[in-house]
């Protein structure tokens, strides 16, 4: 079955440093690859997503690219601030699947410090 | 703004009743929606597939009697924990597709005491 394994966490980092966060990613078809973003208190919200390979998603400073060789779709920012200290999760939407549910990572914690 | 709402967004009941969570689209229809649960510090794993018109269809190891969902129109589907326990409490949250991509509500925080 499909499945998304992604970074533990928490990642703590300063401000203004270089974030990576990985994503790997098994599916039977040719999923759709998300990033989703949960403040504290609060529902996800789609941060970017890439639908075939090589697509790179991009938002609010944050680039993910599609590798289908290596399966993977790691999200990364030059600068992170705090306020983008939340809970990011990876997630596979399978074409093969009825109705387009998806399948999340376990999520990783970013904090980030002034 | 919001595709998806979703109600109430937080809600505590005594154990041993239920409680009933509102997922709506706002501005399309939905024939599929999904609920996820989160457990603290985890993450998102579906429980059932509403199906619009039929029966929704449950994961593995999710109580169909103790969650029952109805999806009785295109826009509104609806999860009931039925004789609510402690253990039940979570964090609740529905998605549908609007034009391929999902949208999530913004989630349901239930105590059950």
């Known amino acids: 079955g499909d499945s998304v394994t992604q970074m533990e966490g928490p990642v703590t980092l300063s401000e203004e440093a270089f974030l990576t966060i990985n994503c790997t990613y098994t599916a039977t078809g040719y999923p759709s690859l998300f990033w989703y973003v949960q403040y504290p208190g609060e529902g996800l919200q789609l941060l970017l997503k890439?639908?075939?390979?090589?697509d790179k998603g991009s938002n609010k400073g944050f680039e993910a690219t599609y590798r289908k060789e290596t399966t993977s779709f790691h999200l990364e920012k030059g600068s992170v601030q705090v306020s983008d200290s939340a809970v990011y999760f990876c997630?596979?939407?399978?074409?093969?699947?009825?109705?387009?549910?998806?399948?999340f990572g376990g999520g990783t914690r970013l904090m980030v410090k002034p | 703004g919001a595709v998806v709402s979703q109600h109430p967004s937080r809600v505590i009941c005594k154990s041993g009743t239920s409680v009933k969570i509102e997922c709506r689209s706002l501005d399309f229809q939905a024939t599929t929606m999904f609920w996820y649960r989160q457990f603290p510090k985890q993450s998102l794993m579906l429980m059932a597939t509403s199906n619009e018109g039929s029966k929704a269809t449950y994961e593995q190891g999710v109580e169909k009697d103790k969650f029952l969902i109805n999806h009785a129109s295109l826009t509104l589907s609806t999860l009931t924990v039925t004789s609510a326990h402690p253990e039940d409490s979570s964090f609740y949250i529905c998605?549908?597709?609007?034009?391929?991509?999902?949208?999530f509500g913004q989630g349901t925080r239930l105590t059950v005491v």
């Open positions: 997630a596979l939407s399978d074409r093969n699947n009825a109705g387009n549910m998806l399948t």
């Open positions: 998605s549908a597709q609007r034009l391929r991509e999902p949208f």
């Open positions: 890439a639908t075939k390979a090589d």
